[in-house]
């Protein structure tokens, strides 16, 4: 199936229109570059891995790297050559990146230097044809090539339809699967940014979430790239680091997006009391249910939130809450963009009533066509009549507002009744000295299953399990209250900042 409609090429666009405007900056390696510099290190890129690697249409590229503007770089080569971009997560062991790298069969797999030895034996596990070293603009084989790159290249003619990346899911719940996402995908995403979060040719965009999740390259990385803006591209997440780029005056940030561990480490900083925001349009937080008192404090300082709910296989954005109803409705991750389509359904496929919980369900042009080589995940995933199965609980308001309620699979059943961990965590949150927390049900003789609290004090709080649960059992039902709550250094995060709940002990 085609759309009959090509994928334009973004950087070729802005190159002809506003060459010399600022394009990126990699903050590591201090490189910036405008449109016009952008697009010839693509060409140059496109005609490296074509020459050195035969890389041609379909085949897959695996990028094994932190961030850097050479990410983006060869996701626009890939374009150039009708391959498919696949941004590795350098956080996974050798075992899992063969997993991958044998499931999608790479013709090359570039990594960063400090990923040399991975790279060496996944290529000789999986046996992948070719691998080459990057490193953030210093000599490298990718350096090397895009210096040696002559000739001429001849784009295919793409179709919206046609795929540009794999993105393998990261995993907080299981195996990973390569979602596919297409030139379609990604342009409704796009435009869903453009209009709801209001990107522009002038926007001034902070990457720091890591570029092989879909949350540091699609929102708002790509988006701003397609409307002609700036950016800049943090190597990895450092809280100290953060809160200097947002209040640098010169830089001027108008935009970032991050989960909310990372914002909830802005706030531990010593400089965010008296940090001045003002030139930020708004900070974007998805990924994961946001603390509600988290986006209190952000409140209270002036700071506009604007709530983001998305996956990987819907590319991304399937709900927004612009940031003027952050506190008028908190919870909420707001309403779909306009080309989504939402429902909430029972376990039989119907529609729930206003107000109850069901799954969320998903249609539109952001949505994958499916996981590839996944032939069974991509029947149970849809209905017959196409909607995604998001796998999330949700609920609407009186006034259509959606509520990400939990994972369907992160609830637990206590004594009949169902707990949703996101909201006793919430309660949680309300006590001062609790920076992180994270609820999941544990076995029980009598109820089935019960809450355990892991919690994560802020330095110098002094709060103890006898406190936890008796602020839970003046917000909460009793059959919601943990049984138990165990304070630790630090809760298990993926490489994008999530809490991996499957990682904490239940017994
Ligand atoms: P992974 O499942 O590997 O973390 P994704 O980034 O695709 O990879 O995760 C999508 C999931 O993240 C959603 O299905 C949902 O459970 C969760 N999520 C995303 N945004 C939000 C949000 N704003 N509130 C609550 N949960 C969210």
């Known amino acids: 199936m085609t759309t009959g409609i090509t994928a334009e090429d973004w950087i070729a666009h802005h190159t002809l229109t506003t060459p010399h405007a600022p394009a990126?900056?990699?903050?590591?390696?201090?490189?910036?570059?405008?449109?016009?510099?952008?697009?010839?290190?693509?060409?140059?890129?496109?005609?490296?891995?074509?020459?050195?690697?035969?890389?041609?249409?379909?085949?897959?590229?695996?990028?094994?790297?932190?961030?850097?503007?050479?990410?983006?770089?060869?996701?626009?080569?890939?374009?150039?050559?009708?391959?498919?971009?696949?941004?590795?997560?350098?956080?996974?062991?050798?075992?899992?990146?063969?997993?991958?790298?044998?499931?999608?069969?790479?013709?090359v797999l570039v990594h960063g230097t400090e990923f040399a030895d991975a790279a060496r034996?996944?290529?000789?596990?999986?046996?992948?044809?070719?691998?080459?070293?990057?490193?953030?603009?210093?000599?490298?084989?990718?350096?090397?090539?895009?210096?040696?790159?002559?000739?001429?290249?001849?784009?295919?003619?793409?179709?919206?339809d046609d795929t540009w990346t794999i993105m393998y899911t990261s995993g907080t719940t299981g195996r990973p699967k390569g979602a596919q996402i297409t030139y379609r995908m990604a342009f409704f995403n796009c435009v869903h940014c453009s209009i709801g979060v209001g990107l522009t040719s002038k926007s001034r965009n902070l990457v720091f979430l890591p570029t092989f999740h879909t949350g540091g390259l699609n929102v708002y990385g790509n988006p701003t790239f397609h409307t002609g803006g700036f950016n800049v591209v943090m190597r990895a997440f450092d809280p100290a680091q953060f809160l200097a780029l947002l209040t640098d005056k010169e830089l001027a940030l108008t935009h970032a997006l991050g989960v909310p561990t990372n914002f909830?480490?802005?706030?531990?900083?010593?400089?965010?009391?008296?940090?001045?925001?003002?030139?930020?349009?708004?900070?974007?937080?998805?990924?994961?249910?946001?603390?509600?008192?988290?986006?209190?404090?952000?409140?209270?300082?002036?700071?506009?939130?604007?709530?983001?709910?998305?996956?990987?296989?819907?590319g991304p954005l399937g709900l927004l809450l612009t940031s003027d109803k952050a506190l008028s409705k908190i919870g909420?991750?707001?309403?779909?963009?306009?080309?989504?389509?939402?429902?909430?359904?029972d376990p039989d496929g119907n529609e729930v009533?206003?107000?109850?919980?069901?799954?969320?369900?998903?249609?539109?042009?952001?949505?994958?066509?499916?996981?590839?080589?996944?032939?069974?995940?991509?029947?149970?995933?849809?209905?017959?009549?196409?909607?995604?199965?998001?796998?999330?609980?949700?609920?609407?308001?009186?006034?259509?507002?959606?509520?990400?309620?939990?994972?369907?699979k992160d609830m637990f059943i206590s004594g009949g009744e169902n707990v949703y961990p996101v909201e006793v965590e919430n309660v949680i949150y309300q006590l001062d000295g609790v920076l992180e927390n994270a609820v999941v049900g544990v076995p029980h003789e009598k109820w089935g299953e019960v809450g355990r609290a892991y919690v994560v004090l802020k330095p110098g709080a002094n709060l103890d399990e006898g406190a936890v649960l008796d602020h839970c059992g003046t917000q909460l039902a009793r059959y919601k209250v943990p049984k138990e709550v165990r304070f630790i250094a630090e809760l298990p995060h993926n490489a994008t900042g999530k809490i991996l709940k499957h990682q904490l002990p239940r017994t």
Request: glycine content about 10%.
């Open 332 to 345: 909420s991750s707001g309403l779909p963009p306009l080309y989504v389509r939402l429902k909430i359904c």
């Open 264 to 314: 909830l480490m802005l706030t531990q900083q010593p400089g965010f009391a008296a940090a001045d925001f003002s030139h930020l349009q708004h900070l974007g937080i998805g990924g994961a249910a946001a603390p509600l008192a988290l986006i209190e404090t952000f409140g209270r300082k002036g700071v506009p939130m604007q709530q983001l709910w998305g996956m990987t296989e819907t």
């Open 353 to 408: 009533k206003r107000g109850e919980t069901g799954e969320l369900m998903i249609k539109g042009p952001n949505v994958t066509p499916g996981y590839w080589n996944r032939p069974e995940a991509n029947r149970t995933s849809f209905t017959a009549d196409g909607w995604f199965h998001t796998g999330d609980a949700a609920r609407q308001d009186e006034d259509g507002y959606y509520y990400i309620v939990d994972r369907w």
């Open 24 to 107: 990126a900056h990699d903050l590591a390696s201090n490189r910036r570059f405008t449109y016009a510099q952008l697009d010839d290190r693509i060409t140059r890129a496109a005609l490296w891995l074509k020459g050195a690697f035969g890389v041609g249409r379909g085949d897959r590229v695996a990028v094994l790297s932190m961030n850097d503007t050479d990410v983006f770089e060869l996701q626009f080569a890939c374009q150039r050559l009708g391959a498919i971009f696949m941004p590795l997560n350098w956080r996974l062991a050798v075992p899992e990146l063969e997993f991958i790298a044998r499931d999608s069969e790479p013709v």
């Open 121 to 160: 034996d996944v290529q000789k596990l999986a046996s992948i044809p070719h691998v080459a070293s990057l490193a953030n603009g210093k000599p490298s084989d990718y350096e090397a090539g895009l210096a040696a790159a002559r000739g001429t290249l001849e784009p295919p003619a793409l179709d919206l």
